[in-house]
């Protein structure tokens, strides 16, 4: 065919003066490496969370420090999603929409009580935790965390996406209630199973 | 360049008067009472109801029929010139029987005057004239208080729910008979919060507000021109 065939290699030949660096790896390792220090925050503040949000993020604390400096105000460059605040019935469809938008890979925090669990606001108009809207990776807790809290929580995700394996191929599955599947439970039995002590959707320790 | 509107200097109707210094040693009740408490007796006579001064605020309270022309006459009237709503809210007492108390919030800055005005409408007709038709500013004052309370203004010219979505179906929250996490369970509230179209929240009124209209997608322009607003 007009080509020679390569010649057979056992051995690879590294010549120090030639000056080519190379690295040998993990491709596993070497991708969740990337990810955990390029995590472009989205950042969803709607309180006093989204302050020490802020706090974070500027010079003293320095998120830049965990490659987090680009705040990405459009859902479709996010990696992770950090809710800040308290989320109301009305923004819940707001929340689950650009966790929609949001490209896989993608993470999110909860920051904060309100967001994780709806904290004190245990009324008509709050979410109790986002958890029962989008799926949650790290809850911070604190009224607000301080910013060193939110960063140990930023840590532990890094540390949680240094440990996923591409040949999990379940990671990345996003699940929507299907009420068509026979596991889906629709909410009036999850109130009555809930009975008598509640579940985190469904509450009744009080009579309030 | 002259401003479109008249600018109002606080106090520009005192003349020389001194300038307000602080309050102090005010009583709770009692005190002197707003100058426009006896001007509103003696014009409107049996429609002014009582006149308490708490904490050297006045609060009149008025006849529920005849609030419009109070309001108007307190703003148009060149001896009153309240020319500044600041709150329009209801007060539910604990005491079931007792009627809901709408309350009207009015400043004068030309005459440095603040009076609180009180209407009692019974629990069986939560109705009471709108003053939109005054200040224009009651508007969204009065659908929160639509919203918080179920009160109707009659004469509001777009009375919908402001703070809750509009197909929130489980009550006025800040009636006394509400129970604080509502009446339906957590999972119910949150199915029907999440099955809302969050785009489909807006009004054409707020759309040509906002001038954006024109760069909405077609779908969207054509359901909003259809007169759909839940996207349900």
């Not at chain 1, 809207?133 to 540390?159: F, S």
């Not at chain 2, 969204?140 to 009659?154: A, N, S, Y």
């Amino acid at each position: 065919m007009g080509l020679t065939p390569r010649p057979e290699r056992k051995v690879v030949e590294y010549n120090p003066s030639s000056q080519e660096g190379w690295v040998a790896t993990r491709l596993d390792f070497l991708v969740n490496w990337g990810r955990a220090n390029s995590l472009w925050p989205m950042p969803f503040g709607t309180a006093c969370c989204a302050i020490e949000f802020m706090a974070t993020a500027a010079s003293r604390f320095d998120l830049a420090r965990f490659g987090m400096e680009r705040m990405s105000f459009s859902p479709r460059q996010a990696d992770v999603l950090i809710c800040a605040g308290r989320v109301p019935f009305k923004l819940a469809p707001v929340i689950r929409r650009i966790w929609q938008q949001m490209p896989q890979p993608k993470w999110s925090i909860a920051m904060g009580a309100c967001a994780s669990t709806g904290n004190i606001f245990d009324n008509y108009a709050v979410v109790q935790g986002i958890d029962t809207i989008i799926p949650v990776d790290v809850y911070v807790p604190g009224c607000p965390p301080r910013p060193e809290g939110l960063m140990y929580g930023i840590m532990m995700l890094q540390e949680k996406v240094k440990r996923e394996r591409m040949a999990d191929e379940g990671i990345r599955n996003e699940m929507e209630p299907d009420p068509n599947s026979k596991l889906y439970i629709p909410p009036p039995l999850i109130d009555e199973l809930s009975e008598p002590f509640g579940n985190s959707v469904h509450q009744t320790r009080s009579g309030l | 360049m002259t401003a479109p509107f008249e600018i109002q200097h606080a106090g520009s109707a005192l003349g020389n008067a001194p300038a307000p210094t602080s309050p102090v040693n005010v009583p709770h009740r009692g005190g002197e009472p707003n100058p426009s408490a006896a001007a509103l007796r003696e014009k409107f006579g049996d429609a002014i109801r009582r006149v308490d001064v708490v904490w050297a605020e006045t609060t009149v309270y008025v006849a529920p029929t005849s609030v419009l022309d109070i309001v108007r006459w307190l703003h148009d009237d060149p001896s009153q010139r309240y020319d500044y709503l600041s709150d329009v809210t209801a007060v539910e007492h604990r005491d079931y029987e007792a009627p809901i108390e709408v309350v009207w919030h009015l400043r004068s800055l030309p005459f440095r005057r603040f009076l609180r005005l009180k209407a009692q409408i019974p629990k069986n007709k939560l109705e009471v004239a709108s003053v939109w038709s005054v200040y224009k500013g009651a508007d969204w004052l009065e659908r929160e208080t639509f919203d918080m309370f179920g009160i109707r203004f009659i004469g509001h010219p777009d009375l919908r729910r402001i703070l809750m979505w509009e197909q929130y179906r489980e009550g006025y929250p800040l009636r006394k008979d509400f129970p604080l996490r509502g009446r339906f369970s957590r999972a119910e509230q949150l199915r029907q919060a999440l099955a809302a179209n969050p785009e489909a929240r807006y009004s054409m009124e707020e759309l040509s507000i906002a001038d954006a209209f024109e760069d909405l997608p077609t779908e969207m322009r054509q359901r909003l021109k259809g007169g759909e607003r839940t996207g349900e």
